[in-house]
C-alpha cells in the first residue's frame, strides 16, 4: 500500500520494478534551493528545511519529490503472488515475519518538525578535546543555529559511543563504505519517495524547469574546519568534472545521469544554481542520490558534483606552480599520469587526509585489514536534543575476503549490523544462531523488478559497423530465435517459478513478471504481472506452432536451417555471486529441457560478464532482471539496456545519432524511446503513465523474463545485534538509495553506548 498518512508516515509497499539495473556496476564493484537572489529566474516558493524548523518555510509544487498525486488515491491491496506455494513455503514467509505483498514497519520521515533546539551538546570524547584546547566549541563547529539538520530518529533519542563492527570483502567492496556516508545534496526519506533536505537546506526550481539553485548550510564545513560553500561546487564542475584529461569525454553531463548541464554559476557563498539546457523535472531526483549529488562513487572521481577544492588543488596540475616539479612528484609516486595520481588522492576511501562531510572520517584506509572510522567533529547535523551526529564514535570493518566467512562472522555474533553480503541461504543458520549471536535478522526488500530472471539478448549480432565490426560469430539461426516474441513467450510458460522461489529464495519472494508490484500505484495489471505462465504444454504448443517442431533423438529441438543440427543456446551467470545465480542458471536448463530446448551454461566471474557485455556476445543470461535504480531513471528502461541486460545494445546512442546500421525498427522498442524521453521531463510522480505503458511493453513483449521478485536477497538481508538500535523494520534497498544510508546511520547507536566486546 502506497498512500499518505497525516503524520507522513508511509506504508512501505515496495513496488518490483521491471528492469534494467545497473545491478552489475554495483556488485561488481555497481545523485537543489530557495534562493534570495533576484536574477536567478527561480520559482518564488522553495523547499524550505523542515529539519530546521525555519519560519519562512513555503512549500511549492516543485519541492514535492514524492508522487501525492499517484498515491493518495491507492487504497490498501494485498496479493498472494505465489498461489501455488506449498505449506513449507507458507510456513517458511510467516516464521521469518516477512510477507512479500506489502511491506510495512517503522518507516517514517527523517525530517524533523517540532521546535529545533537552541542549545547544543556533543560526544563526551570531542567535549574532552574542546576543553583541552584542541577543538572548537560545538557551536563554532555546526552550521549557524537556523541552518543545522535536525534528524528525527527512528525510535528514540540515542547514546554516545561505541564501535560498529562490520565486515567488507576487500578494496573493490567500496559500496561497503559508500552505502552509510549520506552526502549527498539532497536526500530520499525512509519512504524511497519523498526528498527531504540534507546537504542543501533547500532548492529551488524555475518556472521554466531549466534552473535549479540549492541552498547551503551557512556556516557548515568540511571535516579538517573549512568552509563548505558553493565554491566547491564550480571548482569540482569547473576543473575535475569537465576537464577533459580526468574524465574524457564526459563534457557537461553529471554523474550517470546522462543530464547536460549548461553551467553551474555561484549567486552567493550558500547559493549554486545548475542550468539544464531544457526543462528535466527528473533532475531534482537524480540531485538527491549519490549518482549525481555527493563526493564521489567507490573512489571514482566525477561523479558527484562538489569536492574540497581548497585540498584538491594541490593534487590538480593546471594549478601546480612548478609544473615540471609536479610531474616529478607524480612519476616518483609511481603513477603513469597525473590524472591517475589526481584519482587516488580524491578518494576519500583510500586517502585518510582527504577532507569530507560525511558523519565519519576513514582513518585506515580499504586497503588495509581492518578498514577504520571515526566521527566527523564538524558534521553538520544534530538530534532533537540539539545532540551533535553521529551516535557512534567509530566504525571498523574487517576483511573477510570472501562473503562465506563475512557470513560465519555474523552468525558468530562478530558483527553489529550487517547488510552487504549476508547470503540468503545463511538466513535459517543465524535464526537458529540467535540467542548465540545476540541478534535479530531484517529484511528489507528490493524495488528491482526480479532478483531471478532471465535476460534475452534482442541485440545479439546487430550493432557492429564497418569501423567497429562485432568482434564475435553471430549464429543467425540462434538470432532469429532470440528476436521472436513467439519463442521469448514460450520461454517464459516454461519457467517454474515457484520452484526458483522456494530453492533460491527461501519462499520469501513474489512469482512476478517483474513489474511493481499489486497495491503500488504504478502496478501494470494483474494481466501483466501474472502474464505467460501457463506451464510446459503451453510452451510445447507455442514452439510446435512457429515451426520448432522437429527434434532430435534426445527431444530437443532442430534447427530450422535444413542442417538437422540440434538448436543449442548458450546460457551465462555470474559465478560466485552473493545472489545464487548458479542455481537460477540451472533450475533454468532444467525447465528448458523440459520443452525440448537445448542449453549449455557458461560459468563467468563478473569481470568476464562484464566484457562479454560490452563486447555484445550474450545469448540467454541468467540472473537478475530487474532494475536497482529504477524508479529514479526510467531510461534505464530504453533499450540499451545495462548491466544484466544487452536487449538492444547500442541503440539507444545509435538513434539519438541518427546511426543507420543500429536504428531500431521495431515499433514497441521506438515507443520505449518516447516514453523515455517524455518521462526525463517529469518528475517521479507525475511518470505514472509512463511506467505502466512501458511495463506492458516489456512484459508483452518479454525482452526480459522476470521469475521472482520482491526478495530481500540484494544486500536487504539486514543481521543487527540486539543492543543495535533506530534500525528501521523496513527500508527501501536500492542502490541508488544507498541503503542503509537512507536509513540515516546517523542516528543508529548502542544500547549503552557500546557492544558486547567492550
Known sequence: MWSKVPNLRLLLAMGVALMLVAALACSSDDDEADTSSDDTGAASSSSDDSSSSSDDSSSSSDDSSSSDDSSDDTTASSSDDSDDSDDSTTEVVADSGFDNSSYTGNAGTFSWTGAAPTNFSEAPSLAALVRAGSLPAVEDRLPVAEDVFVVAPVDAIGEYGGTWRRAFTGPNDGQNADRIMMDEDLKFDLDGVNIIPNIAKGWDISDDGTKYTLTLRKGMKWSDGSAFTADNYIWWFDNVLTNEEINPGREKQLGWSGYNVVSIIKIDETHVQYTLPEKADGFLDQLATYRI????????????????????????????????????????????????????????????????????????????????????????????????????????????????????????????????????????????????????????????????????????????????????????????????????????????????????????????????????????????????????????????????????????????????????????????????????????????????????????????????????????????????????????????????????????DAYAAGNPVAEPTDPDILRLATLTDEAKLLRYGDRKDNYVEVQQIIIDNQYVIGYVGATPAFNGIVVVKNYFKNVPDVAPNQSSLQNPGIARTVQFYMEGGKNDTE
Open 293 to 652: 549529488g555527493g563526493l564521489t562513487l567507490h573512489g571514482r572521481i566525477g561523479d558527484g558534483d562538489y569536492g574540497p577544492s581548497h585540498y584538491m588543488e594541490q593534487y590538480h596540475r593546471d594549478f601546480a606552480s612548478d609544473q615540471a616539479a609536479y610531474d616529478t612528484m607524480v612519476a616518483d609516486e609511481g603513477f603513469e599520469s597525473w590524472p591517475l595520481f589526481f584519482k587516488e588522492r580524491s578518494n576519500p576511501l583510500r586517502n585518510t587526509e582527504m577532507p569530507v562531510v560525511s558523519p565519519w572520517r576513514v582513518t585506515s584506509p580499504i586497503t588495509e585489514q581492518i578498514y577504520e572510522w571515526e566521527r566527523n567533529p564538524y558534521y553538520w547535523g544534530v538530534d532533537p536534543a540539539g545532540q551533535q551526529l553521529p551516535y557512534i564514535d567509530n566504525i571498523s570493518m574487517i576483511l573477510t575476503g570472501d562473503t562465506e566467512v563475512l557470513n560465519l562472522k555474523a552468525i558468530a555474533g562478530e558483527i553489529d549490523f550487517q547488510h552487504r553480503h549476508i547470503d540468503m541461504a545463511k538466513v535459517p543458520v543465524i535464526r537458529e544462531n540467535s540467542d548465540k549471536c545476540d541478534c535479530t535478522v531484517k529484511f528489507w526488500p528490493s524495488p528491482a523488478g526480479s532478483q531471478a530472471g532471465l535476460t534475452i539478448n534482442n541485440s545479439y549480432g546487430l550493432g557492429g559497423t564497418a569501423d567497429a565490426p562485432l568482434t564475435y560469430e553471430t549464429d543467425d539461426e540462434v538470432q532469429k530465435w532470440l528476436f521472436n516474441k513467439d519463442f521469448r513467450i514460450a520461454i517464459s510458460h516454461a519457467i517454474d517459478r515457484q520452484r526458483i522461489n522456494e530453492v533460491v529464495f527461501l519462499g520469501l519472494g513474489a512469482v512476478s513478471q517483474g513489474g511493481f508490484m499489486k497495491g503500488h500505484p504504478f502496478y501494470p495489471g494483474d494481466e501483466y504481472d501474472q502474464k505467460y505462465m501457463e506451464g510446459a504444454d503451453a510452451a510445447n504448443a507455442l514452439l510446435d506452432s512457429i515451426g520448432l517442431d522437429k527434434k532430435d533423438g534426445d527431444g530437443f529441438r532442430l534447427r530450422t536451417d535444413g542442417s538437422g543440427d540440434t538448436l543449442i543456446f548458450e546460457l551465462s551467470y555470474i559465478a560466485n555471486y552473493f545472489v545464487d545465480y548458479e542455481s537460477i542458471a540451472e533450475l533454468t536448463k532444467e525447465d528448458l529441457d523440459k520443452i525440448g530446448i537445448k542449453t549449455f551454461l557458461k560459468a563467468e566471474d563478473v569481470k568476464l560478464y562484464a566484457d562479454r557485455r560490452a563486447n555484445n556476445d550474450h545469448m540467454l543470461m541468467a540472473g537478475g532482471a530487474g532494475g536497482q535504480r529504477f524508479p529514479l531513471n526510467l531510461s534505464e528502461w530504453f533499450a540499451t539496456g545495462q548491466a544484466y541486460r544487452n536487449w538492444y545494445t547500442g541503440a539507444q
